[in-house]
């Protein structure tokens, strides 16, 4: 078997349940991908491995993007307003994550997984329905904190290559008082040009001269599982499936808390 | 650039550039027409219109 044969049989599927399982909990597959891309690629720099992550969120969003849109569901106002105060964001992250060494990537993602695994097992996002806090009326002032609050998410999101949904869509929720059905779809929005933007900079800073067709490969993956996982959500209850996300971001959490310590 | 630099940057560009962000595309988007969060409004709208 051919070295790229042996990639493509190895993360075609693991992109395929990021992309199935992500969109089924509504967390997006960056808090999933890029744990499992550390354990993979122990001699990767955080640089190139949330390179690899973005490009592959981007993906995910835009086909979610396009399934929102045909729904009606996104607020277009807030999504533009969001992904203009994002990208600038979106920019340092990258810059920033060229500076951090490998020893400090993993110990501070490590952490940030269980703090979100902790914060799904309190409050699974599966859970929420929509209107459960009415319609959206989001004032002036409320946008200005959206703003400002989307522009740090932005920062955060791709210096750890997350993308972001599992932290903007709670703030979307919980801060802007967004009905959630319209905060997942704005956040898929806004997620797009987020990651759009750091992967245009990580290409124009070279980060895919060597991870190109391992990003493809989990492309492919991603692509074929998000429409399976967008269809299992409407079947399947997601309070189970969000805890036992978080107990698994808890574990992979501690266990690269485990390798650094 | 320098990490500092660039940390400061990450502290204090957020805030100003989400707010200018805000007031500028306020000013040049009719919000009215383009959220989903008043199309109840414009349902409603179209019912008094046919009463």
């Not at chain 1, 045909?70 to 920033?96: E, H, K, N």
């Not at chain 2, 962000?21 to 000013?27: G, Q």
């Amino acid at each position: 078997m051919s070295p790229e044969l042996h990639e493509f049989v190895r993360l075609a599927p693991l992109g395929f349940a990021v992309g199935a399982y992500g969109t089924l909990v509504g967390a997006g597959g960056g808090s999933i991908l890029v744990p499992l891309l550390l354990l993979l690629y122990p001699q990767e720099s955080p640089a190139t491995l949330t390179a690899m992550s973005l490009a592959v969120v981007f993906f995910n969003a835009y086909s979610g993007t396009i399934a929102y849109m045909r729904m009606g569901r996104i607020d277009y106002y807030a999504g533009t307003v969001f992904s203009v105060a994002g990208a600038p964001g979106a920019i340092l992250g990258v810059l920033l994550v060229h500076a951090v060494p490998r020893g400090l990537f993993d110990p501070v993602f490590g952490f940030l997984l269980i703090g979100i695994g902790g914060f799904l097992v309190c409050s699974p996002l599966g859970t929420v329905h929509a209107g459960d806090h009415g319609p959206s009326a989001v004032s002036v002032r409320q946008m200005r904190i959206g703003a400002i609050g989307s522009a740090y998410i932005a920062i955060l999101s791709s210096l750890l290559g997350i993308g972001g949904g599992i932290i903007h869509v709670p703030f979307l929720i919980r801060v802007l008082r967004m009905p959630p059905h319209v905060a997942t779809a704005t956040s898929h929005f806004v997620l797009t040009f987020m990651a759009l933007t750091a992967t245009g900079m990580h290409v124009a800073l070279g980060e895919f001269q060597t991870g190109l067709g391992r990003t493809m490969y989990l492309a492919v993956g991603v692509l074929m599982g998000a429409p399976l996982g967008a269809a299992a959500s409407a079947k399947v209850g997601g309070s189970l499936i969000v805890r036992l996300l978080a107990g698994a971001l808890c574990l992979v959490g501690l266990r690269l808390l485990a390798r650094t310590f | 650039m320098t990490t500092p630099l660039l940390i400061l940057m990450s502290l204090i560009l957020p805030t100003a550039w989400g707010c200018l962000t805000e007031s500028v595309l306020r000013r040049i988007w009719r919000r009215e027409e383009m959220s989903p969060s008043t199309k109840t409004d414009d349902r409603e709208t179209a019912v008094d219109f046919q009463i």
